[in-house]
């Protein structure tokens, strides 16, 4: 049977975790993806022969390539970093009107909003209907502050 050569195992191991790094952010899993990579091609050229010592090779490849590779792998598999300034650009809204389109309850805090176009999850310390006009008046995140006009 195919799968039960553990360079193949390792290898599938290894693509899975790597493709696991797309779906779970944090650049971490791809350097346990990229262990087994090493440890499948130390199998497959018989330099790791016993579980233990292919178990080995890839705890220390892991740790090994995520100390001196995470800063330029952070840079592939990361997301972009906003700077002071680029995260204040957003407050030129601040002050704008934005229609409620789903009702805003302050208990909840759920509800939400359109802002040129796309709509914004938003929380207030006000209640505002649905097709209220309400001022821009923050964000946490991606979420807009709001209050009554």
């Known amino acids: 049977m195919i799968f039960s050569a ?19 952010p944090g650049v971490f899993i791809v350097f346990f993806g990229l262990g ?16 233990s010592s292919q178990v080995a090779v890839m705890l220390i490849s892991s740790i090994i390539s995520l100390i001196f590779l995470r800063k330029y792998f952070s840079n ?37 909003v359109k802002y040129q176009g796309s709509i914004w999850e938003a929380e207030s310390e006000d209640i505002i209907e649905e097709h209220e006009i309400a001022v821009l008046v923050g964000h946490d995140n ?8």
């Not at 553990?6 to 779970?24: D, N, Q, V």
Request: net charge positive.
């Open 76 to 112: 592939i598999f990361g997301g972009k970093k906003f700077t002071e300034k680029e995260s204040e650009e957003f407050n030129f809204a601040i002050g704008s009107s934005v229609e409620v389109i789903e009702r805003i309850d302050s208990k909840t805090g759920k509800g939400k």
């Open 6 to 24: 553990p360079e193949l195992i390792w290898f599938a191991i290894g693509l899975l975790l790597i493709t696991a790094e797309f779906i779970i």
């Open 142 to 149: 991606l979420k807009l502050k709001v209050k009554k006009k």
């Open 36 to 51: 087994s990579l090493i440890c499948s091609g130390t199998t497959y050229l018989g330099w790791t022969s016993s579980t």
